[in-house]
């Protein structure tokens, strides 16, 4: 079995890879390894859902293969397609060997008989267009197949998900059914633009990523930007945490704060003050209202 | 531990979760590949297969901690039993002596450490539903049953003290007193179960407050605000914007024509020219039009908001697959064939002239839930997008939020229009608050600029 041998060992793994996770993801993210279910994430923009599909690869060394949905999604953008203009460059080709094959014959049904005996050359893997989902099942070793913002993709294409996740496989009308040679490990993010059917929630792992805790929070900054004074650091999550009770529009998540600390690292800043906030809030802020609302509050911020 | 496992499953789903078999099976299943003794461990396994979205999570942490924290005692109490026999043999003289009616039942067994008859009352409590349109029509029933179990509550509190002071002067203090402040705690927990709040998580609500200011004047004056001229003004404004709109979008459906080849079309019309390609196919992308079902309040000030939208709404008519419309003081009037059959403007009069509307019933936003739930729940379907139009301003009658959940689950989107300013959301007898929880997204629309804001994001 491919994967982690306890929920401990998810935790340092996931670490070594410089991403900390809480004892909640640790939990799911064991489970859906250990018994070959899809998680389905739910969060808070940038609160780092596919990071954990992307942690989760580079802790097992694994290929990740990404699948971005949106409307009008469908099996040919998803799965396969047959490439035509292949083919048919082919035939062009190939016309007098063709010619050859059926020149003997003596009678149209027997010609017929004959290129279809030639009929697999022409539907195989060849000429056969991979696309994310097949890539993943017909891999040769496992991988990790992210799924990402299903939510924007069409209620079809959820059905069609559900067949996939299920069972791992696909039929290919001209080539019969595919079994995957190793199952994925698959995540589904959603960001709630829509609720997902029933089915499709029935057949996953449920997880939710929430605002980290501070603490958490603390060590994911020091992790990431090694250089960071600690002070600064727990400065800023307060900073940050305090602006997250804020009424705004979307509130800073873990990836804003990292590219706060980033920016205070370039700028050389050692110290939060009201001037550096009010210069830098562009980078937490994603909306002018948002702006304005966390320059009004600036004293209760920065306590 | 399965049948404990059994027990939670039963109390969550008189709580109204959805936990299936197969999901049951998966927990219990999962629950030995995890250490169950890391409490973190063993109610994340529980939580990502019970609660299986954000909505839920919330109802699941709350049967969580009332199964496996508030209830829990008993077995740390007393490790051989003898307490809980002397508890159950106390507890069922008490029920004896009370009245056999079913709340007072079922707050017994929640003492005795069965909470499930007390859940489903409180349930049946949430959802009840309000009678047949009466004379009188308030949320009053609601209240009152929840009343009930109060003074059940109150009662039995009653009968535990006496219990404890009787105890007191037969000289056994101790254990008893012990086990009647124990009975007594779990006493509160009910009560507070009763008085929570009960509505879901929903972080994916969208809540639209900024728009782009296009027109300055007259496209920031309230509708409830506008002179006859104004409105006039309005209209060739709306009719302006529309065709605007309309261009947008027939160009792009001209542009989707001009996709990729499309090899398998262009082979098969090649077909009727002996296999010369002379006609040229493109891989069409068929735009996906949504449908849109429409609720709105014409009473009073909400109605003057609510024909602009539906004066937008039907001018982009094939912008949709399909629109229709329902129009509401106490129960919905379906306005579809007024506005199918006549031009805008004039269906917008014949509204309030031709329909049996009753304009001077009370507002009543339940009422309504409840007969379209009823009546036109089949028309939601997972491409329609339910827009409300409403100030949700009940007065004071029974909400029937429950329903609304249920159609959202039934629809893409639900989006609610508010003409109201924000402010004043929750106010009074504005259920905006509580009817917020079930909407993919709410946004105020007083005025020309918000509403274009909403329609262009509803098109585009």
Known sequence: MIGFESVEDVQQKLESVDYIPSREIATVVYLAAATQKPILVEGPAGSGKTELARAIARSLDLRKIRLQCYEGLDEAKALYEWEYAKQLLYTQMIKEKINDLISASSSISEAVDKIAEQENAFFSERFLLARPLLQAITSDEPVVLLIDEIDKSDPEFEAFLLELLGDFQVSIPELGIWKANHIPIVLLTSNNYRDMSDALKRRCIHLYIDYPEKELEKRIVKLKIPGIEARLADQLVETINKIRDLDLKKRPCISETIDWAKALMVLQINDLSPEVLSDTINVICKYQVDTKMVRESMDKVLE | ?460
Request: hydrophobic share 35%; glycine share 4%.
């Open chain 2, 1 to 460: 531990m399965l049948n404990l496992i059994l027990n939670f499953v039963s109390a969550c789903r008189t709580s109204d979760l959805r936990v299936s078999t197969a999901e049951v099976i998966d927990s219990v299943r999962q629950l030995e590949l995890v250490n169950v003794l890391d409490e973190d461990q063993f109610r994340s396994t529980l939580r990502a297969n019970f609660a299986k979205s954000r909505r839920e999570q919330r109802d699941f942490d709350r049967m969580y901690d009332l199964f496996f924290h508030d209830m829990r005692p008993d077995a740390e109490l007393d490790p051989d039993n003898t307490r809980k026999n002397e508890m159950r043999e106390a507890l069922e003289q008490m029920r004896q002596e009370t009245s056999d009616d079913e709340i007072s039942q079922a707050i017994f067994d929640f003492l005795a450490g069965d909470p499930i008859p007390y859940l489903k009352e409180i349930q049946r409590l949430e959802t009840q539903a309000e009678e047949a349109s009466k004379a009188l029509k308030s949320n009053l029933s609601q209240l009152s049953s929840r009343l009930e179990v109060m003074l059940r509550i109150n009662q039995t509190r009653n009968r535990l003290l006496q219990f404890q002071g009787d105890n007191q002067s037969e000289g056994l203090p101790g254990k008893n007193q012990g086990m009647a402040s124990h009975m007594l705690e779990r006493l509160e927990v009910a009560n507070r179960m009763l008085t929570q709040d009960t509505r879901p998580h929903n972080d994916g609500l969208k809540q639209i407050n900024t728009y782009d200011k296009q027109y300055s004047g007259l496209g920031e004056r309230p509708f409830s605000n506008l002179t006859e001229i104004e409105i006039e003004q309005m209209r060739t404004v709306i009719d302006q914007l529309v065709r605007k709109m309309k261009d947008i979008m027939s160009r792009r459906y001209a542009s989707r024509n001009k996709g990729k080849l499309d090899v398998k079309k262009t082979l098969r019309t090649a077909q009727r020219y002996l296999g010369i390609p002379i006609e040229i196919r493109y891989r069409q992308k068929p735009l996906r039009k949504s449908k849109i079902v429409t609720l709105c309040d014409v009473s009073g000030s909400v109605w003057s908001a609510a024909r602009f939208m539906l004066n937008m709404i039907y001018s982009m008519q094939d912008c949709f697959s399909d629109v229709k419309s329902f129009a509401f003081v106490s129960g919905p009037t379906n306005i579809t064939d007024i506005f199918e059959k006549h031009e805008v403007n004039k269906a917008i009069e014949k509204v309030i002239t031709d329909t049996d509307i009753n304009f001077d019933a009370h507002t009543d936003y339940g009422e309504m839930l409840t007969q379209f739930h009823r009546d036109h729940l089949n028309l939601l379907s997972k491409k329609t997008t339910l827009i409300i139009v409403g100030d949700a301003r009940t007065n004071y009658h029974n909400p029937c939020e429950q329903l609304l959940d249920e159609m959202r689950s039934k629809c893409r989107r639900v989006i609610w229009l508010n003409p109201e300013p924000e402010q004043f959301w929750g106010t009074g007898d504005s259920e905006m608050s509580t009817y917020k929880a079930y909407c993919h997204e709410v946004r105020p629309c007083r005025n020309l600029n918000q509403l274009i804001y909403f329609i262009e994001d509803l098109v585009f």
